[in-house]
């Protein structure tokens, strides 16, 4: 997909995501849609990187970046500077310019997903006591352990590459646990809250899920990080199963509003950057 970028001054400011497989992402679509509602001179790019390093040293012109899938933890990595909470997780979505050249990492992943389960939930503090099964150990799988972990919840943690689970549990502390995937994949291991992090269901493979249909009917929640297509395999079984499900859209466009208002200083138009990305999908 080609974006028409309106530079209004030799000082635009250039943001840009880099990922790979990257064309599939809606960010240039929701971030340009808000830099122009803000009226800012700016410019959002996708790029398709596929070692981090050298591609940041190579164009130190971009005031910041959004990181996807394969480069969230190498992005903390090669930040001069970490959030605190970015540091935690051991893993970045996000990085920003700061005024003395250096990239600065934070991680927008969490809040956001962690929020719209909790009211899926019924709101509140509700995940606190709850048994919440995340399945992948990457980067957004990283954040939404974290996340869970703060809100109180007990987490257990699998992931095709089970060293990564047992990682990110022991990073974690007391209040994680690694399972193995086959095991919650066919409902031995299952909780009160499913959150789905890997790429599994993500179009064009949209007939895979990474737990069986019989697996989900005792789960009170499901989430999953995939939102294109905004409903997975994974959540329409979910929802034949009588569960509350919760679309990545949420994760996508909250990730998104946090990460502008690091970019630009400014609030995040929400509402416009969610129908920049409904509008993007059709
Ligand atoms: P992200 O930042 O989106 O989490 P990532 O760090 O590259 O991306 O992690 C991708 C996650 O999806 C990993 O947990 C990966 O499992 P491995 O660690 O074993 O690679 C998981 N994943 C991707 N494709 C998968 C598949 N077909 N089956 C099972 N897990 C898969």
Known sequence: ????????????????IVGNPVSHSRSPALHNAALAAAGLDAVYVPLLVDELSPFLHAFPSFSGFSVTVPHKLAALECAEEADPVAARIGAANTLVRQPGGGLRAFNT????????VEAALGGGSALKGKRVIVVGAGGAGRALAFGAVERGAKVLVCNRTKEKADALAEALGSMAEAVEYADVAAGKVAGDVLMNSTSIGMHPAEEETPVSAEALSGYAVVFDAVYTPLQTRLLKEAGEKGCVTVSGLEMFVGQAAEQFGL???????LGLMRQATLDSMH
């Open 109 to 116: 992943d969490w809040s956001a997903a962690i929020s719209a």
């Open 263 to 269: 970019f630009t200083g400014k609030t995040a138009p």
């Open 1 to 16: 997909q080609l974006y028409r970028l309106q530079c209004q001054s030799a000082a635009t400011q250039v943001y840009g």
